[in-house]
């Protein structure tokens, strides 16, 4: 279970990262 929520939360953080530096 903690394995999917840090695996979530990675996901999530690259996201956000995305989206100020798309580049």
């Known amino acids: 279970m903690a ?3 840090w ?3 990675q996901v999530h953080m ?3 990262i ?3 530096a798309p580049a």
């Open 7 to 9: 695996r979530v939360a």
């Open 14 to 16: 690259a996201r956000q």
């Open 18 to 20: 995305w989206r100020v």
């Open 3 to 5: 394995r999917i929520m």
